[in-house]
């Protein structure tokens, strides 16, 4: 390949910003060369053509022909250019990016701090830039230091058994001790949790900082119910503390460590029974859910998978359980709340029936989550989301709850609206029975 050819080839895919909103945060340096993706990590006041000769010491040979260079001086010309241009970005930034997640071709390359501990054990084993060594599909871990950052690149096939052997090979062959391994792996594991919510979202971008008007959730510290840290919690939940933001403000001020017990109809993957739980402090809980891939998309592979690496204790005591959409296998008034949570829509025909179960089988309040049609763009968008459910506007909603003898303790809107992943207005009540 001719050097006038390289450019296309070998292209700076841009420096991220990926951390606090400080001059010298962390920015990723990601290079392409003949499909090969190779990741730095550094701040805007690194040495970039150092960073650019030692990548060049390590991998020029394997890199020249992606680089269309004929020696390792013209591979080496080339990463400096590239890496100077990547820090200035950096600096230029003023690091306002909130992702720690940039999107690649096919999947992910996240980016996690190591621990000061992590950080000087392997600091003597990892010298500088090295290349994807992982022999595992779709699984690569890379490390640079003097400042050492982890890099993991997947997509969303990944699952935490092939990234659990991305990083064994990643030990293997840089003589990592246990603890080490177990330190990487934790590590690794948590940039595959970071992506669980851009995935449901369609998009790798980060949301906004965490709502500030949840407190009376924060307080009631979810994590340690669920048995995760509050980092894990955060990232995990996102997507539901996005979508749900006022319904769970409402829910942690209004019944917050209530010992309230639960039972979720409709729980897809549980996540949200999670949190409700949590808010609850609930001492019981029972998740149901219909087993049809058509229709329920929450109990599909994709989706268990991306739960269970992420509240893994909490899924192992609380699996979701199978039921025919009609008839819970409960007594009456064995569970203080049902909560159904955008499920009536998809149960269509079946959606009075379900109601007069969840009121049969909760001793206090039946919660609705739903999606209501204010608009012809809620219309177009709900029957998107679903062309065979049944969708009504607030109104018809209100009523139906009437004639079944369900009186409205609390009601509003899920979220302010505005949320690119949520085109369509959605509305919560808690309901007395």
Same mark, same amino acid.
């Not at 230029?92 to 950080?119: F, I, M, P």
């Not at 993991?152 to 293997?172: C, G, N, P």
């Not at 177990?182 to 979202?201: F, R």
């Not at 009536?344 to 079946?350: R, V």
């Given at each position: 390949?001719?050097?006038?050819?390289?450019?296309?080839?070998m292209?700076?895919?841009?420096?991220?910003?990926? @951390?606090?909103?400080?001059?010298?945060?962390?920015? &990723?340096?990601?290079?392409?060369?003949?499909?090969?993706?190779?990741?730095?990590?550094?701040?805007a006041?690194a040495?970039?053509?150092?960073?650019a000769?030692?990548?060049?010491d390590r991998?020029?040979?394997?890199?020249?022909q992606?680089a269309?260079?004929?020696? %390792?001086?013209?591979?080496?010309?080339?990463?400096?250019?590239?890496?100077?241009?990547?820090?200035?970005?950096?600096?230029?930034?003023?690091?306002?990016?909130?992702? !720690?997640?940039r999107?690649l071709?096919? =999947?992910?390359?996240?980016?996690v701090g190591l621990?000061?501990?992590?950080?000087? !054990? %392997?600091?003597?084993? +990892?010298v500088?830039l090295v290349?994807?060594i992982?022999t595992v599909?779709?699984?690569?871990?890379?490390?640079?230091?003097p400042?050492? @950052?982890l890099?993991?690149?997947?997509?969303?096939?990944?699952t935490?058994a092939s990234l659990k052997?991305?990083v064994?090979?990643?030990a293997? /062959?840089?003589?990592?001790d246990?603890?080490? $391994?177990?330190?990487v792996?934790?590590?690794a594991e948590?940039?595959?949790?970071a992506?669980?919510?851009?995935?449901?979202?369609? /998009?790798?971008?980060?949301?906004l900082?965490a709502?500030?008007t949840l407190a009376?959730?924060?307080?009631l510290?979810?994590?340690?119910?669920?048995?995760?840290s509050?980092?894990t919690?955060?990232?995990? &939940?996102?997507f539901?503390?996005r979508?749900?933001?006022?319904?769970?403000r409402e829910?942690?001020t209004?019944?917050?460590a /209530?010992?309230? /017990?639960?039972?979720d109809?409709?729980?897809?993957?549980?996540?949200?029974?999670?949190?409700?739980? @949590?808010?609850l402090d609930?001492p019981?809980?029972?998740l149901?859910?219909?087993?049809?891939?058509?229709?329920n998309?929450? #109990?599909?592979?994709t989706?268990?998978a991306?739960f269970?690496?992420?509240?893994?204790a909490?899924?192992?005591?609380?699996?979701?359980r199978?039921f025919?959409?009609? $008839?819970?296998? +409960?007594e009456?008034?064995?569970?203080?709340?049902?909560?159904?949570?955008?499920?009536?829509?998809?149960a269509?025909g079946? $959606?009075?029936?379900?109601?007069?179960?969840?009121?049969?089988v909760?001793?206090?309040?039946?919660?609705?989550?739903?999606d209501?049609?204010?608009?012809?763009?809620d219309a177009?968008?709900?029957?998107a989301h679903?062309?065979?459910?049944?969708?009504?506007?607030?109104k018809?909603?209100?009523?139906l709850?009437? #004639?079944? =003898?369900?009186d409205?303790?609390?009601?509003?809107?899920?979220?302010?609206?505005?949320?690119a992943?949520f085109?369509?207005?959605m509305?919560?009540?808690?309901?007395?029975v």
């Amino acid at each position: 390949m001719r050097a006038a050819q390289a450019a296309p080839v070998m292209r700076l895919l841009g420096a991220l910003a990926c @951390a606090v909103a400080t001059a010298s945060a962390p920015c &990723a340096l990601e290079l392409r060369i003949d499909s090969t993706d190779v990741t730095s990590l550094f701040d805007a006041t690194a040495n970039a053509t150092a960073v650019a000769d030692d990548l060049a010491d390590r991998a020029g040979g394997s890199l020249a022909q992606g680089a269309g260079c004929d020696d %390792l001086a013209c591979v080496r010309d080339r990463l400096r250019a590239a890496a100077i241009s990547a820090r200035d970005r950096c600096a230029a930034s003023q690091n306002t990016a909130t992702s !720690r997640c940039r999107k690649l071709d096919k =999947g992910a390359v996240c980016y996690v701090g190591l621990s000061e501990a992590l950080r000087r !054990r %392997l600091a003597s084993k +990892l010298v500088g830039l090295v290349a994807p060594i992982s022999t595992v599909v779709d699984v690569d871990v890379v490390v640079h230091v003097p400042q050492p @950052a982890l890099a993991v690149v997947f997509d969303e096939s990944t699952t935490s058994a092939s990234l659990k052997d991305a990083v064994q090979t990643f030990a293997r /062959s840089y003589a990592l001790d246990a603890v080490e $391994t177990d330190a990487v792996e934790k590590e690794a594991e948590e940039a595959l949790i970071a992506t669980h919510v851009s995935w449901q979202l369609g /998009s790798l971008e980060s949301l906004l900082p965490a709502p500030r008007t949840l407190a009376p959730l924060w307080r009631l510290r979810p994590h340690t119910y669920i048995g995760v840290s509050n980092g894990t919690f955060v990232n995990v &939940a996102e997507f539901w503390l996005r979508r749900d933001e006022f319904f769970i403000r409402e829910l942690a001020t209004r019944f917050g460590a /209530s010992k309230l /017990s639960l039972v979720d109809v409709g729980a897809g993957t549980g996540t949200l029974t999670a949190i409700v739980a @949590a808010v609850l402090d609930a001492p019981d809980i029972h998740l149901v859910d219909v087993d049809d891939g058509e229709t329920n998309r929450g #109990l599909g592979s994709t989706a268990a998978a991306l739960f269970s690496r992420s509240f893994d204790a909490f899924s192992e005591t609380h699996p979701v359980r199978t039921f025919d959409g009609r $008839t819970l296998e +409960l007594e009456d008034d064995q569970y203080d709340v049902a909560l159904l949570t955008y499920v009536l829509h998809h149960a269509a025909g079946d $959606t009075i029936s379900l109601l007069k179960e969840a009121r049969r089988v909760a001793r206090t309040y039946v919660v609705v989550l739903e999606d209501v049609i204010d608009s012809d763009d809620d219309a177009r968008n709900a029957f998107a989301h679903d062309p065979r459910g049944t969708f009504r506007h607030r109104k018809e909603w209100d009523a139906l709850f009437d #004639l079944l =003898g369900l009186d409205v303790v609390a009601r509003g809107p899920c979220n302010a609206g505005g949320l690119a992943a949520f085109r369509h207005t959605m509305e919560f009540w808690v309901l007395a029975v």
